[in-house]
């Protein structure tokens, strides 16, 4: 049975991969284009170790919003509001850490503890109007991403959190002392993130949460039949608020690995689109941390190899096409193989036994 | 995705009582414009009810309107689409292009075919496979905006665009209603208290208007039409209130929700082609920025009512037309704000209804402070100012709102 | 006037059970024809049937002497078959005038909806009927009768010329019920026929001018009221013979299990579904409850379990106010739940069946070790409840929604029986269940009777009830009417107070 499951859990993903390879070939073809060649390209600069390291490094900040995405995914939430969960997370944690001068380790654990604290509360707004007033949690979510984008914009205005550095546009918040910051490491000949540590930390802990705890176990069953779990005890409608302010926690920490190891303050520069991509990420490695780290790398690969589709005349935004329908190839394909799995199953127990029912009704 | 239960009791709710009646409407919208006049020749500051800023209004609105339209027609059928944002970009792009081919028109034709067809893909996911709402409408949103920005890259940078600016179109001509715009200016000049007032933002919207702009602002009416007096509509509405009942009177719930999202697509996405031709006249790379989302946001505003809907993107698409005027404005504004939650606050506790009757005190006394203290508001508060309300709305008011009853629920046929 | 409808010999089967079987029926034109019998008798099978929601097997229908086949619910409209269910299906954010048009709205062009003609028409209907209704209102304003006219509208609307009503007055106070039946007067005065289905005899007998009885799937008899009683038509309904008890008599322990003093309790839209209900369990016994579904049994549960809070009075579980106790502490203080939807209350369908064991348990040993899931014991003991309990399955990692329906049954029963409960709080324990695996189940909950626990079993199985129980409690109408003693209950006493008659 186990193996079987493993099997139908890898066919999905790859079909949608293949799917959607397909598709980008036949484009690539029709602008007369060869689409081998193409693919070639991408690869090998993909995987040319100067590139990798920044691949890997932006793995870290799409890991974690596809850990975020893939805790409410459990309970049938869609927390499209990573975005603003991320940013206050990113940017209380760099306002804190500038304005303290701690020892360095226990700087580093107050800037993420911060973060993780602002992304918490920022989801627990939707969180609450959810279980208390029944507030789909995507509309809640979308108007927070942009409340939260505007009060930050607000607080980085130059009289207020904000400085503008010698040399540069950016308008950003006061650095963070040495104290706290992370070091990179040498890997491929360039300095990657050690908050990569942190985060695979947290698709561990993640994982063991959901599948070796009670309160993971609560998590999936709310989420699989809401009833089910009030019957047997859970207080469903806390678990949904609690997952929400989870799911915020972790995406506060989305932004820390750039935070801490580079740019050592916050500003409008930071990236956008969290949101989307973790919530693909997470269904492209169906919740799972192997499976969302391998999808985030894709991602990383995709875009950091896209700019060389230019020399080649093919215009790089067809990388996020390809994006695109990976995420729809997946969700029809699980669709499928959800159906598929289930009649299988139902025929191996069919095969199992005869038996005569007597129904009362 | 929604969840199977309702979590908490819901009362039935009702509209706000406030507005049963065209007439009521009428007076609370007179009374509205005298608090506006007053605070005008008080302040001195005369640019709310200026010709530009009503003009301006109408142009900020309409592409909300349209999302909001589009969001309506989904959810009154049950579903909620969250791909509109990516429908409006089909629209920008589709009508920049074909209409910089074959001029503006065949660019509001071209956005509406494709417009369609992008509704009737999100139909086919949803409706057909059963694929999740909300992931089906991510998934449209990341390929429209990717399929944008790779068809930019092929055909813009050739005829004189790059890849993210389109070659310019030509723009929808324009005309100004002769004999009235003409009088309105001139009693506008004239400075009439509450007269002129009204004149000002009359005119405003009387000149340089457009004809794509009076037809789109028909599909209101058209739109209110359908729903309360056409067999499609009463049938569209029951399949977002009861579909197991529409079913079990023989009606086709998926063949009205496949029509239903398609033209919510169109929609959408004739919103993104006035973007794209009439308050600018090319596409431009994140032209959009989030104005579908606004839309949904206008039909929760609006109370899944079309008059609601454009009651909505009047005063977000009044508040976006703030942005680029004069700070005094926003501050008059406020004190209108005030001024009317003051009168609130009077008649509520008048009835005797303290609570409603003490928030809106403090709303006014709010205002009041807020214009004592502050000088300017920041300019990312006003931006932000439409979803705030729409939180602030379904916070306080969620339990008065009517949403049709099973929109975002999944529907398959024959379930009980 | 000669018979309208004409049922004869239909049979419908599923697999594993007989659904209706040598159904006759004979309804006179111009009547009031009552249906009766209890849960399981086939009562609704033979409606979906005449409604054409179902196909029988075998078997004529014939309307005004012709016959039909009906393959959907529109063939049936079409001959003037109208159904009024049990469940209203109306949109709340709609007007009655909508409600009643959907799908048969007047128009023209085909597009744009006659309002006028529509509400003119309704306005003839009401006034004919002495219907009242206002086309105009919301149905969100209005109440449980009033839908309830409104549900009758619109199957006038569409010409109906027999009405089937599915237990009409389930949801109605006795108010609504006086007015409804007036209303069916009107019906039948002017020509219509009326089908409806009840178990209050009480009502049947003012109500209907003819009654036939169903019971285990077939047509037992049809009487007129004049020439029958409450007696008779009980002791058709429930059958001959009611089955002794298999156990001996035990001592009944003096710990109290389970105490509610004067409990009621109302919805959230202000109807009260339980009045002034007084209940004891003691350890040692099996308590029956008997009743026909829709009376309070599934609310007396959720509260005994803690999942709703009595409105008033008190509901004590092991000694703990279960009204104000989390429903994971009631667990944990031993009580066991076999609830009566297995599928949505007692299962995780796309969860592996270790997990739906831990389900229920997973906030004590041995399925949980402090904050950490136990999954060896949980594997472990569902490979026990497996064998015990005949659950027929490959593994114990096959997800739930492969197993039949039975089994997942047993093995849910299992899971709850481990572990020595207190309280075992049994819905339907049996439902769908082969012989074999009931006589096992049976067993256990003796077992666990010996063992001092107390049993509180609700069931529609007469069978499961007069075979286990030591004591009968009745309920109807949210209260418990009577406590009777299985060893010298007549099948009248019990049809009668299932039934609501206070005396014979």
């Known amino acids: 049975m186990k193996k079987v499951r493993i099997f139908w859990g890898t066919v999905a993903p790859l079909a949608a991969v293949v799917s959607s390879l397909l598709l980008v070939s036949v484009i690539l073809i029709l602008r007369g284009a060869n689409p081998i060649d193409i693919f070639q390209v991408m690869i090998s600069y993909g995987f040319d170790p100067r590139n990798l390291v920044s691949e890997l490094n932006q793995t870290v900040s799409y890991y974690l919003a596809g850990v975020a995405a893939a805790i409410g995914f459990k309970m049938l939430l869609f927390n499209i509001g990573i975005d603003g969960q991320y940013r206050m997370g990113a940017f209380f944690g760099a306002v804190v850490g500038a304005a303290v001068s701690l020892p360095p380790v226990l700087h580093v654990l107050l800037i993420v503890i911060t973060a993780m604290l602002a992304g918490g509360l920022w989801a627990a707004i939707a969180g609450y109007l959810k279980v208390r007033r029944g507030v789909s949690e995507v509309i809640s979510n979308i108007m927070l991403n942009f409340i939260a984008a505007a009060i930050i914009a607000f607080l980085l205005g130059e009289d207020l959190l904000g400085i503008l550095p010698e040399g540069s546009q950016n308008v950003q918040t006061k650095p963070i002392p040495l104290s706290g910051q992370m070091p990179t490491f040498k890997m491929f000949n360039g300095e990657i993130y050690s908050f990569i540590f942190v985060a695979i930390f947290v698709g561990i802990a993640y994982w063991i949460m959901l599948n070796k705890t009670v309160f993971g176990f609560n998590l999936r069953a709310t989420g699989l039949s809401f009833r089910a779990a009030r019957s047997s005890g859970v207080n469903a409608p806390g678990m949904i608020f609690i997952t929400t302010v989870l799911s915020g926690a972790i995406a506060g920490l989305v932004g820390l690995g750039t935070l801490l190891s580079d740019t050592h303050s916050y500003s409008m520069a930071f990236p956008s689109g969290f949101a989307f991509t973790g919530l693909s990420l997470a269904l492209l490695g169906r919740n799972h941390p192997v499976g969302i780290f391998f999808a985030a790398f894709l991602w990383s690969f995709l875009e950091r190899a896209a700019p060389v589709l230019e020399y080649e005349g093919v215009p790089p935004e067809i990388v996020i096409v390809m994006q695109g329908t990976i995420v729809l190839s997946i969700v029809i394909a699980y669709e499928v193989v959800a159906r598929i799995n289930l009649g299988q199953q139902q025929r191996a127990v069919g095969k199992a036994n005869v038996e005569l029912v007597k129904e009362s009704k | ?416 | ?504």
């Open chain 2, 1 to 416: 995705m929604a969840t199977e239960s309702k979590l908490h009791v819901k009362k039935i709710g009702k509209a706000t009582l406030l507005f049963k009646s065209p007439a009521r409407i009428t007076l609370m919208i007179a009374g509205l414009f005298f608090i506006l006049a007053l605070v005008e020749s008080l302040t001195g500051a005369t640019d709310i009810s200026s010709p530009g800023t009503s003009g301006a209004t109408l142009r900020f609105a309409i592409p909300l309107l349209m999302a909001g339209l589009g969001g309506l027609w989904a959810e009154r059928a049950g579903v909620i689409n969250i791909g509109l944002e990516g429908m409006m970009i089909v629209g920008t792009w589709t009508a920049a292009w074909f209409g910089y081919l074959h001029g503006p028109l065949m660019g509001f034709v071209a956005a509406a075919i494709f417009g369609l067809a992008s509704g009737f893909f999100h139909a086919i996911l949803t409706v057909k496979i059963g694929i999740d709402q909300a992931v089906s409408g991510l998934a449209i949103n990341l390929i429209a905006a990717g399929g944008a920005r790779y068809l930019s890259g092929v055909f813009f940078p050739p005829v004189g665009g790059d890849r993210t600016v389109s070659p310019p179109v030509d723009s929808f001509p324009t005309f100004t209603i002769p004999v009235i715009a003409p009088i309105l200016e001139s009693i506008d000049a004239q400075n009439i208290f509450f007269i002129s007032n009204l004149a000002g933002i009359l005119h405003g919207l009387t000149k340089e208007v457009s004809l794509v702009t009076i037809a789109l602002l028909l599909l209101v009416p058209l739109t209110s039409w359908i729903l309360w007096r056409s067999k499609f509509g009463l049938r569209m509405r029951f399949s977002g209130e009861n579909p197991m009942a529409a079913e079990s009177l023989g009606i086709n719930v998926y063949r009205i929700r496949y029509i239903a999202i398609s033209v919510s697509g169109m929609l959408a996405s004739l919103g993104g082609a006035y973007l794209a031709l009439v308050a600018s006249s090319v596409y431009r790379e994140g032209q959009t920025a989030g104005r579908g989302f606004i839309g949904l946001a206008t039909v929760i505003f609006g109370n899944w009512k079309p008059g609601g809907v454009f009651a909505g993107s009047i005063l977000f698409g009044f508040t976006d037309a703030l942005r680029v005027r004069q700070s005094e404005s926003v501050m008059s504004l406020i004190m209108v704000a005030g001024i009317v939650a003051l009168v609130l606050s009077i008649f509520y506790s008048i009835n005797r209804r303290w609570k409603p009757g003490l928030i809106s005190g403090a709303l006014a006394l709010l205002a009041w402070w807020i214009h004592q203290r502050v000088d300017v508001i920041p300019q990312e508060f006003v931006t932000v100012f439409p979803n705030f309300a729409t939180l602030i709305v379904l916070t306080f008011l969620a339990q008065r709102l009517t949403p049709p009853a099973m929109a975002g629920m999944p529907y398959r046929r024959g379930s009980e």
């Open chain 3, 1 to 504: 006037m000669g018979n309208i409808l004409e049922v004869a010999g239909v049979e419908k089967k599923y697999p594993g059970v007989v659904a209706n079987r040598d159904v006759s029926l004979l309804v006179r034109e111009g009547s009031i024809h009552a249906i009766i019998g209890e849960n399981g008798a086939g009562k609704s099978t033979l409606m979906k049937t005449l409604y054409g929601l179902i196909r029988p097997d075998a078997g004529s229908i014939k309307v005004f002497g012709n016959e039909v086949s009906l393959k959907s619910p529109q063939d049936a409209i079409a001959l003037g078959i109208g159904m009024v269910h049990q469940h209203f299906k109306l949109a709340d954010n709609a007007t009655v005038l909508e409600n009643v048009i959907l799908g048969g709205e007047p128009s023209r062009f085909g597009f744009v909806i006659k309002y006028d003609e529509a509400r003119k028409k309704l306005l003839e209907i009401a006034e004919t009927y002495h219907l009242d209704i206002d086309p105009d209102e919301s149905v969100a304003n209005l109440g449980v009768g009033e839908r309830q006219r409104v549900e009758i509208a619109k199957v006038l609307f569409r010409g109906a010329k027999i009405l089937i009503l599915d237990e009409p007055t389930a949801v109605l106070v006795p108010q609504e019920v006086t007015e409804l039946f007036a209303n069916l007067r009107d019906l039948v005065d002017k020509g219509l026929t009326v089908l409806f289905i009840s178990h209050k005899l009480d009502e049947v007998l003012s109500i209907a001018d003819d009654i036939t009885i169903m019971r285990q799937g077939t047509t037992v008899a049809t009487k007129k009221p004049a020439d029958t009683n409450k007696k008779e038509l009980a002791e058709l309904m429930v059958g001959g013979e009611l089955p002794k008890p298999i156990a001996g008599v035990l001592k009944i322990s003096e710990k109290s299990i389970l105490s509610i003093k004067d409990a009621s309790y109302s919805r959230f839209d202000g109807r009260e579904i339980l009045h002034h209900l007084n209940l004891d369990l003691h350890g040692g016994e099996i308590l029956g409850l008997a009743g026909v579904e829709g009376n309070g049994q599934s609310e007396l549960i959720e509260l005994i379990m803690g999942l709703l809070p009595a409105t008033s009075g008190s509901v004590e579980v092991l000694g703990l106010d279960a009204s104000t106790t989390p429903t994971k502490d009631i667990r944990n203080a031993g009580v066991a739940y076999i609830p009566q939807d297995r599928q949505r209350d007692g299962l995780l369908m796309s969860a592996p069946l270790w997990e739906n064991r831990i389900l229920g348990h997973q906030f004590a040993t041995p399925m949980a070790k402090g904050m950490w899931v136990n999954k060896g014991a949980a594997a472990e003991d569902s490979k026990r409840v497996v064998e015990e309990f005949d659950v027929r399955t490959p593994g114990v990692n096959v997800l739930a929604s492969a197993l039949s329906g039975g089994n997942q049954q047993k093995f849910i029963v299992g899971r709850e029986l481990s572990g020595d409960p207190k309280l075992i709080v049994a819905a339907q324990p049996t439902r769908g269940v082969d012989v074999g695996a009931q006589a096992i189940i049976w067993d256990h909950l003796m077992k666990a009777r010996s063992a001092g626990a107390g049993v509180l079993l609700v069931s529609a199985d007469l069978e499961e009830l007069f075979s286990l129980s030591d004591r009968i409690a009745v309920i109807y109408g949210g209260s418990i009417v009577s406590i009777l003693n299985p060893l010298k209950t007549t099948p009248e006493d019990l049809g009668l107070a299932m039934t609501g008659a206070k005396s014979a």
